[in-house]
């Protein structure tokens, strides 16, 4: 019983401080919740501030932007209006150039400012086209402005030939003359011109055809000429075949050689040595045959006893050389 009633006495006392808990934490919770009110009333108020002032802000922008709409309006129609300008002052240029040039030269070279100072005649001058480049640049407004500032700072003579529209449909009036004469002139000139042209086109196809009878013959000439050069290169091959041959053996041989040096050295021994030798063997050979002719001469003349004398002599000094060999060969 006592344990039961202490059991109750313990749930009791968890129960009040449970209670206790409880209450503190409520009265916290709804601490919280007026200050989340009182923050969410000051942040709608601040939110309301920042609507009104955007308001404020987009209502003066959308001002300013209609102002501007307005400025950019404004703009657009002078740059139009300057376009139109500068597209009337470059017409007003070329009616002018026009007018300049279809003047008579003697008045041109007195006003007009590009003919001053040159010969009487037609002088072509070089012009370019415009390209994309230029009108770029004629889009650009202040390059515009400028150009048409400095050439009203510095104008051009306002002085033209014709005064009144007849002299310029004079003109027209005297071209047309022109050209319809220069269309009968044409039509009177075309079948002579046809004719013309056909004669042309033969003498085109004859020339033509002497070109290529002309090239036939001289690649027919060039054939003969080949020919020529390789019968040229047969020969001088031929030729030094020769010549390294038949030519050397006659010349340049051993044998050749050594009769050379034998009759350089019968030269040598009969009439004496040369200093300055000789360059082929014909001038030894000549003095040698002329003294071979000139000994056999004067052994012609000889006595004949004289000559069987000599040549007993000349055994008997070969039979004794060959004695004294003989015997110095035993005794060996």
């Known amino acids: 019983i006592g344990y039961r009633r202490d059991l109750i006495m313990k749930i009791e006392q968890s129960v009040v401080e449970e209670s206790v808990q409880h209450n503190r934490i409520v009265e916290k919770l709804k601490q919280h919740i007026k200050n989340f009110q009182k923050f969410l009333t000051e942040d709608y108020k601040k939110a309301c501030a920042k609507v009104s002032k955007a308001e404020k802000a987009y209502t003066e922008l959308v001002a300013k932007n209609s102002e501007f709409l307005t400025y950019v309006s404004t703009l657009t129609i002078c740059n139009n209006i300057l376009f139109k300008l500068d597209a009337i002052r470059g017409v007003l240029k070329i009616y002018r150039s026009y007018l300049m040039f279809v003047a008579p030269l ?3 070279q007195k006003h007009d400012e590009n003919l001053r100072g040159k010969i009487q005649s037609i002088q072509f001058e070089s012009g370019e086209f415009a390209t994309d480049n230029d009108l770029v640049e004629t889009l650009d407004i ?5 150009v048409a500032k400095n050439e009203l700072k510095n104008p051009l003579s306002a002085r033209i030939y014709f005064k009144k529209p007849e002299q310029m449909m004079y003109l027209f009036r005297t071209m047309e003359l022109q ?20 004669r042309i086109k033969q003498l085109t196809q004859a020339a033509k055809q002497e070109l290529d009878y002309f090239q036939y013959y001289i690649d027919s000439i060039y054939d003969e000429i080949a020919r020529e050069n390789y019968n040229e290169a047969h020969l001088q091959e031929k030729f030094f075949r020769i ?8 010349v340049a041989s051993p044998c050749t050689l050594k009769l050379k040096i034998c009759i350089e050295y019968v030269y040598e021994q009969i009439v004496g040595k040369c200093e300055e030798g000789h360059q ?3 001038d030894p050979m000549k003095i040698l045959e002329v003294m071979y002719e000139d000994f056999n001469l004067r052994l012609d003349s000889l006595d004949f006893k004289i000559v069987n004398q000599a040549r007993n002599d000349f055994f008997a000094q070969d039979l004794k050389m060959m004695k004294n060999a003989y015997k110095a ?3 060996l």
């Open 106 to 108: 003697s008045w041109r």
């Open 142 to 146: 202040d390059r515009m402005v400028e």
């Open 179 to 198: 050209s319809r004469e220069y269309l009968t002139q044409l039509s009177k000139t075309d079948a002579p011109f046809r004719l013309l042209q056909d």
């Open 243 to 250: 010549l390294n041959e038949a030519f050397y053996y006659s």
């Open 280 to 282: 082929s063997l014909q």
């Open 329 to 331: 060969q035993r005794e």
